[in-house]
């Protein structure tokens, strides 16, 4: 069992490039989740997804894109990198929105540097 | 908005000793969930314990246990017996019927030999 994978592991970007951070989840979860995590600091909720074709903002969402054509994949998408979404991304599922008490599923991250 | 605050950045602990984790958290909701979660250098999130708000009886696992004050929002971990693989960041975390999970800035916790 797979879980939640997540790539690139790391990634350089010039400021002013796009990329597509790629998230893909095995258990059927319907809720999905894009955390960054800046140095010293906990993570911060930039888009999530209660299902296929659903998406909805988090706190921190500028400068990101999202989209969740299927269950399984929900990638993140940056247009225009900036120094400041150097940070590391996590991706994370849940099954169910009916119970609070879902644990999280979390990708092992990935390390981006805007230069 | 829920906020959660953990005023430790840092904390050490000798091997087998025990050491608290403190975290405060703000929320005008009255059913939630808090959890905690340790991240080692690997950088995955791993559950550690998870507390009801509905429940009185604090939450166990194993060396690690919780005191959670809901009238005081405070809800700390304590671990017990340390062990040099508990060295990692551990974030306490607050989760409401809107399904987003709140994260607190994290605490540092070295343990020494």
């Known amino acids: 069992n797979a879980g939640v994978t997540q790539t690139p592991k790391f990634r350089i970007l010039k400021i002013g490039q796009s990329m597509t951070l790629q998230c893909t989840q095995d258990m059927n979860h319907n809720y999905m989740y894009w955390y960054r995590q800046d140095p010293g600091m906990g993570l911060k909720l930039i888009y999530y997804s209660v299902g296929a074709g659903i998406t909805d903002k988090g706190e921190v969402p500028n400068g990101y894109n999202v989209s969740r054509s299927t269950t399984e994949d929900f990638p993140l998408r940056l247009e225009l990198a900036a120094p400041s979404q150097t940070s590391v991304y996590f991706c994370a599922s849940s099954y169910s929105p009916d119970s609070l008490n879902e644990k999280l599923f979390f990708g092992s991250g990935t390390q981006l540097s805007v230069l | 908005a829920q906020t959660v605050t953990q005023s430790q950045p840092e904390m050490s602990v000798q091997e087998a000793e025990t050491v608290t984790l403190s975290c405060t958290y703000d929320t005008s909701e009255s059913d939630y969930y808090l959890f905690w979660y340790k991240q080692p250098p690997s950088r995955q999130m791993i559950l550690v314990i998870r507390q009801e708000a509905y429940k009185q009886q604090n939450a166990t696992e194993n060396r690690f246990s919780v005191n959670f004050q809901k009238a005081a929002k405070s809800f700390s971990l304590k671990i017990s017996d340390s062990q040099l693989g508990d060295a990692a960041m551990y974030f306490c975390?607050?989760?409401?019927?809107?399904?987003?999970?709140?994260f607190g800035g994290g605490t540092r916790l070295m343990v020494k030999p």
């Open positions: 975390a607050f989760h409401n019927a809107g399904n987003m999970l709140t």
